[in-house]
Protein backbone atom coordinates (compact mmCIF):
# COMPACT_ATOMS: atom_id res chain seq x y z
CA UNK A 1 0.00 0.00 0.00
CA UNK A 2 2.03 3.22 -1.16
CA UNK A 3 -0.33 5.52 -0.66
CA UNK A 4 -0.39 6.39 2.90
CA UNK A 5 -2.64 9.28 2.52
CA UNK A 6 -6.05 8.71 5.40
CA UNK A 7 -9.34 10.12 2.93
CA UNK A 8 -11.77 11.89 5.55
CA UNK A 9 -15.20 10.67 5.16
CA UNK A 10 -17.50 13.23 7.02
CA UNK A 11 -21.14 11.49 7.87
CA UNK A 12 -22.08 14.53 10.37
CA UNK A 13 -25.06 15.59 7.97
CA UNK A 14 -26.31 11.92 7.76
CA UNK A 15 -25.45 9.56 10.47
CA UNK A 16 -24.73 13.00 12.75
CA UNK A 17 -28.44 14.04 11.61
CA UNK A 18 -30.06 10.85 12.66
CA UNK A 19 -29.40 11.86 16.83
CA UNK A 20 -32.75 12.39 18.19
CA UNK A 21 -33.02 16.36 17.95
CA UNK A 22 -30.44 17.48 15.33
CA UNK A 23 -32.67 17.79 12.54
CA UNK A 24 -31.13 20.58 10.13
CA UNK A 25 -32.86 22.39 7.71
CA UNK A 26 -30.94 22.85 3.88
CA UNK A 27 -29.14 26.61 4.75
CA UNK A 28 -27.72 24.87 8.08
CA UNK A 29 -26.43 21.81 5.99
CA UNK A 30 -24.77 24.45 3.68
CA UNK A 31 -23.15 26.06 6.22
CA UNK A 32 -21.89 23.28 7.99
CA UNK A 33 -20.94 21.39 4.39
CA UNK A 34 -18.51 25.20 2.93
CA UNK A 35 -16.62 24.86 6.43
CA UNK A 36 -16.01 21.11 5.98
CA UNK A 37 -15.04 21.52 2.53
CA UNK A 38 -12.76 24.33 3.53
CA UNK A 39 -11.23 22.61 6.47
CA UNK A 40 -10.03 19.73 4.00
CA UNK A 41 -12.40 17.08 4.31
CA UNK A 42 -12.31 14.95 1.43
CA UNK A 43 -16.07 13.39 1.47
CA UNK A 44 -18.93 14.60 2.67
CA UNK A 45 -22.00 12.69 2.86
CA UNK A 46 -24.49 14.88 2.36
CA UNK A 47 -27.88 13.07 3.28
CA UNK A 48 -30.01 9.66 2.51
CA UNK A 49 -31.79 11.03 -0.79
CA UNK A 50 -34.76 9.26 -0.75
CA UNK A 51 -35.90 9.42 2.44
CA UNK A 52 -37.68 12.68 2.61
CA UNK A 53 -38.12 15.79 0.43
CA UNK A 54 -35.78 17.72 2.37
CA UNK A 55 -33.02 15.35 2.83
CA UNK A 56 -33.14 15.02 -1.37
CA UNK A 57 -33.35 18.81 -1.27
CA UNK A 58 -30.16 19.26 1.06
CA UNK A 59 -28.21 17.24 -1.03
CA UNK A 60 -29.19 18.56 -4.04
CA UNK A 61 -28.14 21.94 -2.69
CA UNK A 62 -24.95 20.86 -1.23
CA UNK A 63 -23.72 19.44 -4.47
CA UNK A 64 -24.52 22.67 -5.97
CA UNK A 65 -22.84 24.41 -3.59
CA UNK A 66 -19.29 22.36 -2.79
CA UNK A 67 -16.69 22.32 -5.43
CA UNK A 68 -13.90 20.48 -4.28
CA UNK A 69 -14.85 17.35 -2.21
CA UNK A 70 -16.81 14.32 -3.19
CA UNK A 71 -20.47 14.65 -2.59
CA UNK A 72 -22.11 11.37 -1.16
CA UNK A 73 -25.83 10.59 -1.13
CA UNK A 74 -26.96 7.28 0.71
CA UNK A 75 -28.85 4.35 -0.52
CA UNK A 76 -29.77 0.64 0.18
CA UNK A 77 -29.55 -1.69 -2.42
CA UNK A 78 -32.82 -0.82 -4.16
CA UNK A 79 -32.57 0.34 -7.40
CA UNK A 80 -35.37 3.76 -7.05
CA UNK A 81 -32.98 4.27 -3.95
CA UNK A 82 -30.00 4.65 -5.96
CA UNK A 83 -31.95 6.87 -9.16
CA UNK A 84 -33.28 9.07 -6.21
CA UNK A 85 -29.71 9.79 -5.27
CA UNK A 86 -28.39 9.67 -8.53
CA UNK A 87 -30.91 12.51 -9.13
CA UNK A 88 -29.95 14.48 -6.21
CA UNK A 89 -26.29 14.44 -6.72
CA UNK A 90 -26.42 15.39 -10.43
CA UNK A 91 -25.34 19.13 -9.69
CA UNK A 92 -22.05 17.48 -8.28
CA UNK A 93 -18.71 17.83 -9.33
CA UNK A 94 -17.49 14.68 -8.18
CA UNK A 95 -20.77 12.57 -7.09
CA UNK A 96 -20.99 9.17 -5.08
CA UNK A 97 -23.08 7.04 -4.37
CA UNK A 98 -23.30 5.01 -1.10
CA UNK A 99 -25.30 2.21 -1.38
CA UNK A 100 -24.75 -1.81 0.42
CA UNK A 101 -27.11 -4.38 2.35
CA UNK A 102 -26.09 -6.24 5.52
CA UNK A 103 -23.41 -8.59 5.70
CA UNK A 104 -23.28 -10.26 9.25
CA UNK A 105 -25.55 -13.29 9.91
CA UNK A 106 -27.67 -11.73 12.22
CA UNK A 107 -28.60 -9.01 9.55
CA UNK A 108 -29.05 -11.77 6.93
CA UNK A 109 -31.33 -13.61 8.79
CA UNK A 110 -33.15 -11.54 10.17
CA UNK A 111 -33.61 -8.51 9.20
CA UNK A 112 -33.09 -9.48 5.69
CA UNK A 113 -34.73 -13.10 5.40
CA UNK A 114 -32.56 -14.34 2.85
CA UNK A 115 -29.14 -16.34 2.40
CA UNK A 116 -26.06 -15.09 1.76
CA UNK A 117 -26.04 -15.71 -1.57
CA UNK A 118 -28.68 -13.78 -2.23
CA UNK A 119 -27.26 -11.02 -0.39
CA UNK A 120 -24.33 -11.11 -2.45
CA UNK A 121 -26.77 -11.23 -5.37
CA UNK A 122 -28.01 -8.22 -4.53
CA UNK A 123 -24.97 -6.49 -3.66
CA UNK A 124 -23.52 -7.21 -6.71
CA UNK A 125 -26.38 -5.64 -8.68
CA UNK A 126 -26.90 -2.73 -6.76
CA UNK A 127 -23.37 -2.08 -6.77
CA UNK A 128 -23.31 -2.37 -10.60
CA UNK A 129 -26.66 -0.51 -10.89
CA UNK A 130 -24.93 2.35 -9.20
CA UNK A 131 -21.92 2.33 -11.29
CA UNK A 132 -24.86 3.23 -14.43
CA UNK A 133 -25.32 6.52 -12.94
CA UNK A 134 -21.79 7.87 -11.43
CA UNK A 135 -18.18 6.73 -11.89
CA UNK A 136 -17.43 6.46 -8.02
CA UNK A 137 -19.85 3.82 -5.94
CA UNK A 138 -18.64 3.08 -2.37
CA UNK A 139 -20.53 -0.16 -0.53
CA UNK A 140 -21.20 -0.30 2.57
CA UNK A 141 -21.44 -4.22 4.11
CA UNK A 142 -23.42 -3.49 6.92
CA UNK A 143 -22.40 -4.74 10.44
CA UNK A 144 -19.09 -6.28 9.21
CA UNK A 145 -18.20 -6.26 12.54
CA UNK A 146 -19.97 -8.85 13.35
CA UNK A 147 -19.72 -10.90 9.55
CA UNK A 148 -18.31 -14.13 9.14
CA UNK A 149 -14.59 -13.03 7.69
CA UNK A 150 -14.45 -15.67 4.69
CA UNK A 151 -18.07 -14.33 3.35
CA UNK A 152 -16.86 -10.60 4.15
CA UNK A 153 -14.21 -11.44 1.58
CA UNK A 154 -16.33 -13.08 -1.20
CA UNK A 155 -18.80 -10.10 -0.53
CA UNK A 156 -15.62 -7.31 -0.89
CA UNK A 157 -14.76 -9.07 -3.93
CA UNK A 158 -17.89 -9.68 -5.61
CA UNK A 159 -19.02 -5.43 -5.16
CA UNK A 160 -15.24 -4.42 -6.42
CA UNK A 161 -15.45 -7.01 -9.36
CA UNK A 162 -19.06 -5.05 -9.94
CA UNK A 163 -17.06 -1.52 -10.01
CA UNK A 164 -17.07 -0.77 -6.05
CA UNK A 165 -14.71 1.99 -6.01
CA UNK A 166 -14.47 2.40 -2.17
CA UNK A 167 -15.72 -0.46 0.15
CA UNK A 168 -17.06 0.28 3.57
CA UNK A 169 -16.59 -2.24 6.24
CA UNK A 170 -18.52 -0.80 9.22
CA UNK A 171 -18.46 -1.92 12.94
CA UNK A 172 -22.26 -0.88 12.86
CA UNK A 173 -22.72 -1.36 16.34
CA UNK A 174 -19.39 -0.69 18.18
CA UNK A 175 -18.47 -4.58 18.64
CA UNK A 176 -15.40 -4.82 17.84
CA UNK A 177 -12.53 -4.86 19.89
CA UNK A 178 -9.28 -2.32 18.30
CA UNK A 179 -7.30 -5.86 17.21
CA UNK A 180 -10.70 -7.78 16.00
CA UNK A 181 -11.32 -5.24 13.99
CA UNK A 182 -7.36 -4.20 12.34
CA UNK A 183 -7.66 -8.04 11.76
CA UNK A 184 -10.14 -7.92 10.31
CA UNK A 185 -9.41 -4.87 7.72
CA UNK A 186 -5.93 -7.06 7.67
CA UNK A 187 -7.29 -10.20 5.98
CA UNK A 188 -9.33 -8.35 3.81
CA UNK A 189 -6.16 -6.80 2.59
CA UNK A 190 -4.51 -9.82 2.31
CA UNK A 191 -6.67 -12.31 0.88
CA UNK A 192 -9.07 -10.04 -1.34
CA UNK A 193 -7.25 -10.90 -4.67
CA UNK A 194 -8.75 -7.79 -6.30
CA UNK A 195 -8.53 -5.35 -3.50
CA UNK A 196 -5.69 -3.31 -4.80
CA UNK A 197 -9.16 -2.30 -6.90
CA UNK A 198 -10.76 -0.12 -4.30
CA UNK A 199 -9.79 1.69 -1.34
CA UNK A 200 -11.34 -0.09 2.21
CA UNK A 201 -12.86 2.14 4.43
CA UNK A 202 -13.41 2.47 8.53
CA UNK A 203 -16.90 3.24 9.77
CA UNK A 204 -16.97 2.62 13.50
CA UNK A 205 -19.80 3.15 16.15
CA UNK A 206 -18.70 3.90 19.62
CA UNK A 207 -21.45 1.63 21.69
CA UNK A 208 -18.45 0.38 23.44
CA UNK A 209 -15.95 3.44 23.36
CA UNK A 210 -13.88 2.18 21.33
CA UNK A 211 -14.95 4.04 17.57
CA UNK A 212 -12.13 6.09 17.50
CA UNK A 213 -9.44 3.06 18.84
CA UNK A 214 -11.10 0.48 16.01
CA UNK A 215 -10.72 3.11 13.32
CA UNK A 216 -7.05 4.03 13.44
CA UNK A 217 -6.31 0.06 13.85
CA UNK A 218 -8.35 -0.24 10.66
CA UNK A 219 -6.20 2.53 9.26
CA UNK A 220 -2.71 1.08 10.33
CA UNK A 221 -3.97 -2.42 8.86
CA UNK A 222 -4.33 -0.96 5.29
CA UNK A 223 -7.89 0.89 5.21
CA UNK A 224 -7.33 4.50 3.77
CA UNK A 225 -10.26 6.17 4.32
CA UNK A 226 -12.25 6.60 8.01
CA UNK A 227 -15.74 7.52 8.10
CA UNK A 228 -16.43 10.23 11.40
CA UNK A 229 -17.98 12.91 12.58
CA UNK A 230 -17.11 16.51 14.16
CA UNK A 231 -18.04 15.82 18.02
CA UNK A 232 -18.42 12.34 17.31
CA UNK A 233 -21.93 12.35 16.93
CA UNK A 234 -24.26 10.29 15.44
CA UNK A 235 -26.97 6.99 15.94
CA UNK A 236 -26.90 5.64 19.80
CA UNK A 237 -23.28 6.15 21.71
CA UNK A 238 -21.96 8.41 18.36
CA UNK A 239 -19.42 7.80 15.62
CA UNK A 240 -15.65 8.08 15.07
CA UNK A 241 -14.55 11.35 16.03
CA UNK A 242 -13.05 13.33 13.24
CA UNK A 243 -10.81 15.47 15.50
CA UNK A 244 -9.65 12.48 17.23
CA UNK A 245 -8.36 10.50 14.15
CA UNK A 246 -6.97 13.26 12.36
CA UNK A 247 -5.08 14.18 15.14
CA UNK A 248 -3.95 10.65 16.45
CA UNK A 249 -2.74 10.74 12.80
CA UNK A 250 -0.90 14.37 13.20
CA UNK A 251 0.70 13.50 16.62
CA UNK A 252 2.24 9.51 15.35
CA UNK A 253 4.31 10.52 12.45
CA UNK A 254 5.96 7.44 12.75
CA UNK A 255 2.86 5.75 11.59
CA UNK A 256 3.32 7.29 8.49
CA UNK A 257 -0.19 8.16 7.45
CA UNK A 258 -1.72 11.90 6.86
CA UNK A 259 -4.91 13.19 6.37
CA UNK A 260 -5.14 16.62 4.17
CA UNK A 261 -7.49 18.58 7.31
CA UNK A 262 -6.52 22.08 8.52
CA UNK A 263 -6.37 21.15 12.07
CA UNK A 264 -6.93 25.17 13.37
CA UNK A 265 -10.52 24.70 12.05
CA UNK A 266 -11.35 21.75 14.13
CA UNK A 267 -12.59 23.49 17.41
CA UNK A 268 -14.59 26.53 15.26
CA UNK A 269 -16.71 23.85 13.33
CA UNK A 270 -17.40 21.92 16.65
CA UNK A 271 -18.97 24.88 18.07
CA UNK A 272 -20.61 25.33 14.97
CA UNK A 273 -22.29 22.09 14.76
CA UNK A 274 -22.77 21.94 18.45
CA UNK A 275 -24.79 24.97 18.13
CA UNK A 276 -26.27 24.30 14.85
CA UNK A 277 -27.34 21.11 16.00
CA UNK A 278 -28.30 21.96 19.27
CA UNK A 279 -25.72 19.14 21.22
CA UNK A 280 -23.51 20.66 23.77
CA UNK A 281 -20.33 19.05 23.78
CA UNK A 282 -18.65 17.19 26.88
CA UNK A 283 -16.86 19.85 28.67
CA UNK A 284 -13.94 17.05 28.63
CA UNK A 285 -14.15 15.65 25.70
CA UNK A 286 -10.80 15.07 23.41
CA UNK A 287 -9.36 17.93 21.16
CA UNK A 288 -12.56 20.15 21.60
CA UNK A 289 -14.19 19.89 24.85
CA UNK A 290 -14.24 23.11 27.39
CA UNK A 291 -11.39 21.34 29.45
CA UNK A 292 -9.20 19.72 26.88
CA UNK A 293 -6.34 22.61 27.78
CA UNK A 294 -7.76 23.37 31.23
CA UNK A 295 -5.41 22.25 34.40
CA UNK A 296 -6.34 22.50 37.72
CA UNK A 297 -4.48 20.12 39.89
CA UNK A 298 -1.35 21.99 41.40
CA UNK A 299 1.65 19.46 40.45
CA UNK A 300 0.19 19.64 36.58
CA UNK A 301 -0.40 23.72 36.95
CA UNK A 302 2.68 23.77 38.38
CA UNK A 303 4.67 21.22 35.61
CA UNK A 304 2.89 22.93 32.38
CA UNK A 305 4.28 26.77 34.27
CA UNK A 306 7.23 25.47 33.96
CA UNK A 307 7.15 23.71 30.33
CA UNK A 308 4.07 23.19 28.59
CA UNK A 309 4.82 20.00 27.31
CA UNK A 310 4.84 18.69 30.63
CA UNK A 311 1.08 18.18 30.44
CA UNK A 312 0.13 18.99 26.94
CA UNK A 313 0.90 16.90 23.91
CA UNK A 314 -1.16 19.25 21.30
CA UNK A 315 -0.67 22.86 21.24
CA UNK A 316 -3.85 24.47 21.38
CA UNK A 317 -3.53 27.24 18.80
CA UNK A 318 -2.89 24.33 16.05
CA UNK A 319 -7.06 22.88 16.73
CA UNK A 320 -8.10 26.49 16.74
CA UNK A 321 -8.10 27.03 20.48
CA UNK A 322 -8.13 29.59 22.28
CA UNK A 323 -5.73 28.84 24.92
CA UNK A 324 -4.65 27.14 27.69
CA UNK A 325 -6.77 27.72 30.99
CA UNK A 326 -5.23 27.50 34.86
CA UNK A 327 -8.12 26.75 36.70
CA UNK A 328 -7.92 27.88 40.51
CA UNK A 329 -9.53 25.36 42.44
CA UNK A 330 -8.85 24.23 46.54
CA UNK A 331 -6.23 21.79 44.73
CA UNK A 332 -4.54 24.53 42.67
CA UNK A 333 -1.38 25.51 44.24
CA UNK A 334 1.75 28.60 45.15
CA UNK A 335 3.03 28.54 41.89
CA UNK A 336 -0.47 28.61 39.66
CA UNK A 337 -1.55 31.31 42.02
CA UNK A 338 1.65 33.36 41.69
CA UNK A 339 0.87 32.91 37.86
CA UNK A 340 -3.00 34.51 37.88
CA UNK A 341 -2.11 37.60 40.36
CA UNK A 342 0.81 38.53 38.23
CA UNK A 343 -1.23 38.24 34.70
CA UNK A 344 -3.97 40.73 36.66
CA UNK A 345 -0.80 42.67 37.58
CA UNK A 346 0.11 42.04 41.00
CA UNK A 347 3.82 41.37 41.18
CA UNK A 348 3.46 39.21 44.86
CA UNK A 349 7.01 38.11 46.20
CA UNK A 350 6.84 34.35 47.92
CA UNK A 351 6.38 35.66 51.10
CA UNK A 352 3.29 37.73 50.42
CA UNK A 353 2.28 34.51 47.97
CA UNK A 354 2.32 32.28 51.18
CA UNK A 355 0.09 34.60 52.85
CA UNK A 356 -1.98 35.15 50.18
CA UNK A 357 -2.28 31.37 49.30
CA UNK A 358 -3.93 30.62 53.01
CA UNK A 359 -6.34 32.91 52.12
CA UNK A 360 -6.57 31.68 48.70
CA UNK A 361 -7.41 27.93 50.01
CA UNK A 362 -10.69 29.57 52.32
CA UNK A 363 -12.46 31.05 48.85
CA UNK A 364 -11.42 27.95 47.11
CA UNK A 365 -13.13 25.93 49.74
CA UNK A 366 -16.06 27.38 49.41
CA UNK A 367 -16.71 27.61 45.62
CA UNK A 368 -15.69 25.18 42.38
CA UNK A 369 -13.82 27.76 41.22
CA UNK A 370 -11.89 31.04 42.18
CA UNK A 371 -12.90 33.78 39.63
CA UNK A 372 -10.82 36.87 39.01
CA UNK A 373 -12.74 39.32 40.72
CA UNK A 374 -12.07 36.63 43.75
CA UNK A 375 -8.15 37.65 43.40
CA UNK A 376 -8.59 41.47 43.20
CA UNK A 377 -10.28 40.82 46.43
CA UNK A 378 -8.24 39.36 47.53
CA UNK A 379 -5.23 41.42 46.10
CA UNK A 380 -6.67 44.39 47.45
CA UNK A 381 -7.13 43.75 51.16
CA UNK A 382 -3.73 42.66 51.20
CA UNK A 383 -2.30 45.72 49.65
CA UNK A 384 -4.06 47.82 52.30
CA UNK A 385 -2.98 45.77 55.16
CA UNK A 386 0.22 45.63 54.25
CA UNK A 387 0.10 49.50 53.55
CA UNK A 388 -1.15 50.25 57.17
CA UNK A 389 1.15 48.07 58.75
CA UNK A 390 3.62 49.79 56.94
CA UNK A 391 2.38 53.28 58.24
Known amino acids: MTNNKIYIFDTTLRDGEQVP ?25 AGFPISSP ?33 AALKKAKRPRIH ?56 LVEAVIKAGATVVNIPDTTGYCLPNQYG ?23 NDLGLATANSIAGAIA ?14 RAGNTSLEEVVMILKQHESLGLYTGIKTEYLNPISQLVSDTMRVPVQPNKAIVGLNAFAHSSGIHQDGFLK ?12 VGAA ?4 VLTARSGRSALAHRFHKLGHLFNRNDVDVLYERFLVVADSKKEV ?21
Open 307 to 318: HSETYEIIRPED
Open 323 to 326: GSKI
Open 183 to 205: DKIAYLVNNVPNIDKAILSCHCH
Open 222 to 235: GARQIECTINGIGE
Open 371 to 391: EDHDLQSLAHQYVQESAAVGV
Open 54 to 86: GDFESVEAISAHVKNATVCGLTRAVEKDIEVAA
Open 99 to 154: TGIGSSDIHIKHKFNATREEILERAVKATAYARRFVDDVEFFAEDAGRADIQFLAR
Open 21 to 45: GCKLNTAEKIEVAKVLEEMGVDVIE
